[in-house]
């Protein structure tokens, strides 16, 4: 029961974090670090979790100073901004809990879902004035989706690493 919801509650952390950097825009920051240290204290595997969102940041972070540099997003305010930085590891907080299905899904499933799906939640900051898009939209929705994937799939593999392997045992308690 504890398990669905906790994924019950990761998910509309993340939703709250999302939603608050859309409105709130550079003053999410306090929302997006409660929101941080609720999936920590949420979270079945603390350690493991925290380390896939300390790699995991590596992979989200070079997947933006590539789509920065290639001139596909630009940000208003920093080159990264603080609040990407922290929605960043909400999002791969969600990865390990809520949206774990992501990643077991199929190739022919996780592709088009994946790649045009992933840049819309950008081009929502767009209209939001939180960054910029390449032009036309249909450029940057299939060069960021391609980045984007990419990206995704080095996350889909850190997931799987062994050392980051969830340690869970029956019931929801950490094995030992």
């Known amino acids: 029961m504890m398990r669905r919801h906790s994924v019950i509650i990761n998910f509309l952390v993340f939703q709250i974090a999302w939603f608050a950097v859309f409105f709130l825009k550079h003053q999410a920051i306090p929302v997006l670090l409660l929101a941080i240290v609720i999936m920590v204290v949420m979270s079945r595997d603390r350690k493991s979790d925290s380390l896939f969102v300390f790699y995991g940041l590596g992979i989200g972070l070079m997947v933006e100073v590539i789509a920065i540099s290639t001139n596909v997003i630009s940000y208003v305010g920093a080159t990264i901004p603080i609040w990407l930085i922290l929605l960043w590891c909400t999002l ?31 081009y929502a900051g767009q209209q939001a004035d939180l960054l910029m898009t390449a032009n036309p939209t249909l450029y940057f929705w299939l060069v960021y989706g391609g980045l984007w994937y990419c990206g995704f799939e080095g996350l889909r593999w850190l997931n799987s690493h062994p050392k980051l392997k969830r340690k869970i045992g029956t019931g929801g308690v950490l094995g030992t």
Do not use: D, N, Q
């Not at 809520?98 to 879902?113: D, Y």
């Open 92 to 122: 791969l907080f969600s990865f390990r809990e809520s949206m774990a299905k992501l990643f077991t899904l199929s190739l022919k499933v996780r592709v088009p879902l994946i790649w045009l799906g992933a840049p819309g939640s950008y």
